[in-house]
């Protein structure tokens, strides 16, 4: 083992004796870029070096003349799509169908509500009912289900207002000491005493 690790090395030494010798391009190139080099010191002197030159020789302010008031450019009134027909009609003696412009604004649909109203349980907290956390730690999530995203963090005895019981075992609850409002697995809660 010890013969095959001296003759790698031995063969990349004379690798590098052979073929490691810079070009003068390179060389050349090299001492450009340390000639090129400034260190900070010598970035200080010259930087010093300028100021105290200009020091010396203050340049005139430069006198501004009456700024010029802006032209107004006539504006052109800019014209809005307008959708024709969507069918091709090969009738010519056909009805006009309705133009819509853009300035023909529509009444957006009511929205239904898609999700209704979970029913809350037998043991329904009433409003601004304040219960404490009794978990060393409880994650607080965005949404009824250990499947949202942990938002926050109740702690041992911290103060819960509920805002609501889902009948699924869980609490949408408003932390008082974080102002964290989310929700929270109700077997974790405590009621008032």
């Given amino acids: 083992m010890l013969k095959w690790v001296l003759g790698l090395c031995a063969a ?3 690798i ?30 010259l930087v010093t070096q300028s100021l105290s030159e200009e020091e010396a020789e203050p340049e005139p302010a430069p006198v501004l003349s ?4 802006p032209t107004s450019e006539p504006t052109s009134e800019i014209e809005s799509p307008v959708l024709v027909s969507a069918s091709p009609s090969t009738d010519a003696t056909a009805e006009p169908t309705p133009v819509v412009t ?13 999700q209704a109203e979970p029913e809350q349980s037998a ?8 219960w404490r956390v009794t ?12 499947n949202n995203a942990v938002v926050g963090r109740a702690t041992l005895n911290d103060s819960a207002e509920i805002i609501e019981m889902l009948p699924s075992g869980w609490a949408k609850v408003y ?3 974080t102002g964290t409002e989310a929700f929270m697995s ?6 008032p005493e």
């Fill in 12 to 14: 990349l030494y004379g």
């Fill in 16 to 45: 590098l004796l052979y073929f490691g010798e810079p070009t003068p391009e390179e060389l050349a190139a090299r001492e450009a870029r340390e000639l090129q080099q400034v260190t900070r010191s010598e970035t200080v002197a």
């Fill in 66 to 69: 009456q700024t010029p008031e």
């Fill in 102 to 114: 853009a300035t023909t604004i529509a009444e957006p649909a009511p929205q239904l509500e898609t």
């Fill in 123 to 130: 043991s329904a907290a009433s409003s601004n009912e304040i």
């Fill in 135 to 146: 978990a060393r730690a409880v994650n607080l999530r965005a949404g009824p289900s250990t």
């Fill in 175 to 177: 932390i008082l000491e």
């Fill in 186 to 191: 109700a077997q974790f809660l405590a009621a």
